[in-house]
Nanobody, 120 residues
């Protein structure tokens, strides 16, 4: 059974920093793209950042220069370092990954989400 488990969410003051982690577990043969999405109340889920298996990154305009995505392939883990946080960054953050399992073809998986609240 595959799992994407996020951690690191919480309450942070404007201008502060937070680091999210997402670890993929299960009978994984390979991982392709990994990414972070977010969904604020009343809004659609949107891409925040993504990273390929060889480290190429892509960022949404609102987070460029403030957020950094990285991954540790040995640990099947993706990170999102969030700096200079703003109240508009408040959302549930979801991990996403393309996984090849030992028992199934390539598929796209989601984590359960972690709440990030930016407020004073």
């Amino acid at each position: 059974q595959v799992q994407l488990v996020e951690s690191g969410g919480g309450l942070v003051q404007p201008g502060g920093s937070r680091r999210l982690s997402c670890a993929a577990s299960g009978s994984i043969s390979s991982i392709n793209d990994m990414g972070w999405y977010r969904q604020a109340p009343g809004k659609q889920r949107e891409l925040v950042a993504s990273i390929t298996s060889d480290g190429r990154t892509n960022y949404a305009e609102p987070v460029k220069g403030r957020f950094t995505i990285s991954r540790d392939n040995a640990k099947n883990t993706v990170y999102l370092q969030m700096n200079s946080l703003k109240p508009e960054d408040t959302a549930v953050y979801y991990c996403n990954a393309d996984l090849l399992m030992t028992y199934a073809p390539w598929n796209n998986y989601w984590g359960q989400g972690t709440q990030v609240t930016v407020s004073s």
